[in-house]
Nanobody
Framework: QVQLVESGGGLVQDGGSLRLSCAAS????????MGWFRQAPGKEREFVAA????????HYSDSVKGRFTISRDNAKNAVYLQMNSLKPEDTAVYYC?????????????????WGQGTQVTVSS
């Protein structure tokens, strides 16, 4: 089992920045690829970003590419999502997820373990 806890969400103005964190506990964190997903009201959950086990490979959805950056610190069992130039359409609950293969995250939007989510609201 892997337990994931997100933090760092909040209310920010259009064009602002936030940094989300996801703290992991349980099994060896460095074994897992990590990803961020989001779900806006009335919409399906969508892939945002993913990173492989050692940070050497990252993937982004087209909607956030160039604005968001995913990173991880295996010594701290944490993954981060730096979000810049935020837009009202980025408003959603953001979830982190863990799985053994990064392709499962960005290609299949599949995760084995999920956090509870953190709310991000961007006001116009």
């Amino acid at each position: 089992q892997v337990q994931l806890v997100e933090s760092g969400g909040g209310l920010v103005q259009d064009g602002g920045s936030l940094r989300l964190s996801c703290a992991a506990s349980g099994r060896t964190f460095s074994n897992y690829a990590m990803g961020w997903f989001r779900q806006a009201p009335g919409k399906e959950r969508e892939f945002v970003a993913a990173i492989n086990w050692n940070g050497g490979s990252t993937h982004y959805s087209d909607s956030v590419k160039g604005r968001f950056t995913i990173s991880r610190d295996n010594a701290k069992n944490a993954v981060y999502l730096q979000m810049n130039s935020l837009k009202p359409e980025d408003t959603a609950v953001y979830y982190c997820a863990a799985t053994l293969t990064v392709r499962d995250l960005y290609y299949r939007s599949r995760g084995d373990y999920w956090g509870q989510g953190t709310q991000v609201t961007v006001s116009s």
